[in-house]
C-alpha cells in the first residue's frame, strides 16, 4: 500500500486543525509534523481538547520548517504569508511537494495581486511554479504538480456551479449570493467573528468586490475566451462551518441543467446533484459538494453547499494530495456530513 509523510504549518489554525484532523484517519498520509508560530511548544490537544490522542503532537516554530523532509507539506498560514515560506524553503533545498492552502500563489500574474488583495507580490516568480487545485476541473494538472494552490472557500463554490455554464456558454452574466460561517474568518478573534455581531444577524461585506472573484475568472478564461458578468454579493451568516450560495442566470428555456451537471461531475465522487437547492446542514462536516438547481422558463437559480473548512479549505487539499499521490481523490474524504 501507498504510504507517504506529511507535515501541516499552521496547524493551530482552523484549516490547518481540519487538516491534521483529516490525516488522523487518512489510509495512506502519516502525520510526520506540526507547526505554529505563535503556540509552538504546545500540544495540539491543549489548544483543542476535543482532538485527544490526536492532538498529542507538539507544536513546533516555524523556524524549524526548514529541516522538514516530509514527503509533503501543507500549508494553512494566514494570508500574505506563505509566498514567503516557500521561498525560503525551496532556496534551502526542500525537495517535495506542497500545497498552499491560502491566496498567496492562486493568482498566475502578479498584478492581480494588486488589483484583488490589495499589495505587491513579493516572489511574482513562484506563481508559475503552482497549479491550481480546483479538484473537479483540473485533476490532470494536480495529477503531475509538485505545487499546488488550494481555491478559495467561495471561489470554490462559486465555480462548482458557474464553470459548467460558462462552458456550454448557456449564460454570460451571473448574480450569485453567497453565505459564509464566521469559521471563514480565521482563528483569530474579530469584529466580524464576535458572537454578538454574528449571532441573530445576516450582512453584507465586500460587494462586488470579493478578492476571490480574481480566481474565478482566471480560471473561468481557461474554458471560454468571453468573460462572463458575476454580481457577487458575500454574505455572513449566523453559524460556524458551511457555505450556501444561489447563483441567479438568464438561459434558454430549452436548456437542460440536470444533463450538464451530470455531464460535469459524473466522475466526481465528491461531488452530490441535488433535487432542488440544496441544504446547508446536508454537508457541514463533510467534504461533499452538493449542487441542485431550479429553473422556470429561461429563468434559473443553481444552489451549492459546501463545508468551508472542508471542501472549502482543508479536505480539498487534502484531495489535492491524493491526487498527486496517485491514489483515489476520495481517500479518507468519505465521512458522512453531521446532518444534525
Given amino acids: 500500500m501507498k504510504e507517504w509523510t506529511v507535515s501541516v504549518a499552521g496547524a493551530s489554525g482552523y484549516a490547518g486543525l481540519e487538516a491534521v484532523r483529516l490525516l488522523s484517519v487518512h489510509p495512506h498520509a502519516k502525520l510526520n509534523r506540526i507547526y505554529s508560530e505563535s503556540t509552538a511548544g504546545q500540544e495540539l490537544a491543549d489548544l483543542y481538547p476535543g482532538l485527544g490522542k490526536v492532538g498529542k503532537e507538539t507544536l513546533l516554530p516555524m523556524s524549524q520548517l526548514d529541516e522538514d523532509g516530509s514527503d509533503?507539506?501543507?500549508?494553512?498560514?494566514?494570508?500574505?504569508?506563505?509566498a514567503a515560506v516557500v521561498q525560503q524553503l525551496l532556496s534551502r533545498g526542500?525537495?517535495?511537494?506542497?500545497?498552499?492552502?491560502?491566496?498567496?500563489?492562486?493568482?498566475?500574474?502578479?498584478?492581480?495581486?494588486?488589483e484583488y488583495y490589495g499589495y505587491k507580490h513579493q516572489f511574482p516568480e513562484l506563481l508559475d511554479w503552482f497549479d491550481y487545485g480546483l479538484t473537479e476541473f483540473y485533476p490532470d494538472d494536480i495529477k503531475k504538480a509538485q505545487f499546488v494552490a488550494n481555491p478559495g472557500c467561495f471561489a470554490t463554490a462559486m465555480q462548482l456551479a458557474i464553470w459548467p455554464l460558462v462552458k456550454h456558454n448557456i449564460a454570460d452574466s451571473f448574480t450569485v449570493n453567497g453565505m459564509t460561517g464566521s469559521s471563514g474568518s480565521?482563528?483569530?478573534?474579530?469584529?466580524?467573528?464576535?458572537?454578538?455581531?454574528r449571532f441573530g444577524n445576516v450582512s453584507a461585506y465586500k460587494v462586488f468586490?470579493?478578492?476571490?472573484?480574481?480566481?474565478?475568472?482566471?480560471?473561468?478564461?481557461?474554458?471560454?475566451?468571453?468573460?462572463?458578468?458575476?454580481?457577487?454579493?458575500?454574505?455572513?451568516?449566523?453559524f460556524v462551518r458551511?457555505?450556501?450560495?444561489?447563483?441567479?442566470?438568464?438561459?434558454?428555456?430549452?436548456?437542460?441543467?440536470?444533463?450538464?451537471?451530470?455531464?460535469?461531475?459524473?466522475?466526481?465522487?465528491?461531488?452530490?446533484?441535488?433535487?432542488?437547492?440544496?441544504?446547508?446542514?446536508?454537508?457541514?462536516?463533510?467534504?461533499?459538494?452538493d449542487i441542485g438547481w431550479v429553473k422556470r422558463g429561461n429563468h434559473a437559480v443553481v444552489g451549492v453547499a459546501i463545508d468551508n473548512l472542508i471542501k472549502g479549505a482543508a479536505g480539498q487539499a487534502i484531495q489535492n494530495m491524493n491526487l498527486m499521490f496517485g491514489v483515489d481523490e476520495d481517500a479518507g474524504l468519505l465521512t458522512p456530513p453531521l446532518i444534525l
Avoid at 72 to 81: A, E, K, M, Y
Avoid at 186 to 196: D, I, L, N, P, V
Fill in 72 to 82: 509533503i507539506i501543507i500549508l494553512g498560514l494566514p494570508h500574505g504569508v506563505s
Fill in 94 to 114: 526542500y525537495e517535495g511537494k506542497i500545497i498552499d492552502i491560502g491566496s498567496d500563489l492562486r493568482l498566475r500574474k502578479s498584478q492581480l495581486y494588486e
Fill in 186 to 197: 480565521g482563528a483569530k478573534a474579530s469584529k466580524a467573528t464576535h458572537f454578538s455581531s
Fill in 209 to 238: 468586490e470579493h478578492q476571490h472573484l480574481g480566481e474565478v475568472y482566471q480560471s473561468l478564461e481557461r474554458v471560454n475566451e468571453r468573460k462572463p458578468a458575476i454580481h457577487f454579493i458575500p454574505l455572513s451568516g449566523p
Fill in 242 to 289: 458551511g457555505i450556501w450560495m444561489n447563483i441567479a442566470f438568464s438561459c434558454d428555456e430549452g436548456t437542460n441543467l440536470e444533463e450538464i451537471y451530470q455531464d460535469t461531475f459524473a466522475e466526481c465522487p465528491l461531488v452530490r446533484l441535488t433535487n432542488g437547492l440544496p441544504q446547508l446542514k446536508s454537508v457541514v462536516g463533510s467534504a461533499y459538494s
